[in-house]
């Protein structure tokens, strides 16, 4: 079973400080990694895809990947209550056998508050 | 403007029924995916389709049916064979199948069962 690890939380931060979240994964064999925002009760929103090992900087969010340890974050820089949200990390696997599709399998999601 | 609609918003089924869920996409998309997701729970793939008149079961494909006739749609029923439906649904949609495939998610139906 390929699985996505994440800190279900809530994890409270506050506002103005750098939010960070974590996320680990099982399948050595993964190339591909996004992270999701999902405000309460609508659907998840694409905010960062990363690809190689490093760093990636979008905005407030950097996202960091380092495939030898399975293990990629995200970084919220100088924190807003509108980023208070579930984030989701997803990680490409293949699906089915033999010429089988890439899909995403999806963590259960950090629980982000940010207080002012 | 671009993007996934999903019908209804809301959805009461009743004990034995059949519903259908609704997703239309216009981004030219190939590929559409169904997930499941429950309070506390990650998504969760219902069915997902790369190309026209073909689709391939998920990990929870039990009490669920889909089509895929046309490349923008991608119709969810959930049959009265599946026990607990009382979840978010929500339709997904991606250029590919490939390794940099990003889904990208309509605003989901919330069924509930009476």
């Known amino acids: 079973q390929k699985e996505v690890e994440q800190n279900s939380g809530p994890l409270s931060v506050p506002e103005g400080a750098i939010a960070s979240l974590n996320c680990t994964y099982s399948d050595r064999g993964s190339q591909s990694f996004f992270w999701y925002r999902q405000y309460s009760g609508k659907s998840p929103e694409l905010i960062m895809s990363?690809?190689s090992n490093g760093d990636k900087e979008d905005g407030r969010f950097t996202a960091q990947l380092n495939k030898a340890s399975q293990y990629v974050s995200l970084l919220i820089r100088d924190s807003q209550p509108s980023d208070s949200a579930t984030y989701l990390c997803?990680?490409?696997?293949?699906w089915g056998s033999g010429g089988g599709a890439d899909g995403l399998t999806f963590g259960k999601g950090t629980h982000l508050i940010i207080q002012p | 403007d671009g993007g996934i609609t999903q019908s209804p918003k809301y959805l009461f089924r009743k004990e034995g029924q059949n519903v259908t869920l609704s997703c239309e996409q216009n981004?030219?998309?190939?590929?559409m995916y169904w997930y499941r997701q429950d309070p506390g729970q990650g998504l969760r793939l219902i069915y997902y389709?790369?190309?026209?008149?073909?689709?391939q079961k998920g990990d929870i494909a039990e009490g669920y049916s889909v089509s895929r006739e046309k490349k923008e749609s991608f119709p969810l029923t959930v049959t009265s064979a599946q026990k607990n439906p009382t979840a978010f649904y929500l339709c997904?949609?991606?250029?590919?199948?490939?390794?940099?495939?990003?889904?990208?998610f309509g605003p989901g139906t919330r069924l509930t069962v009476l």
């Open positions: 997904a949609s991606s250029r590919g199948t490939g390794i940099y495939n990003e889904q990208f």
């Open positions: 981004l030219n998309h190939d590929a």
């Open positions: 389709s790369q190309i026209v008149n073909d689709f």
């Open positions: 997803a990680v490409n696997v293949r």
């Open positions: 990363i690809y």
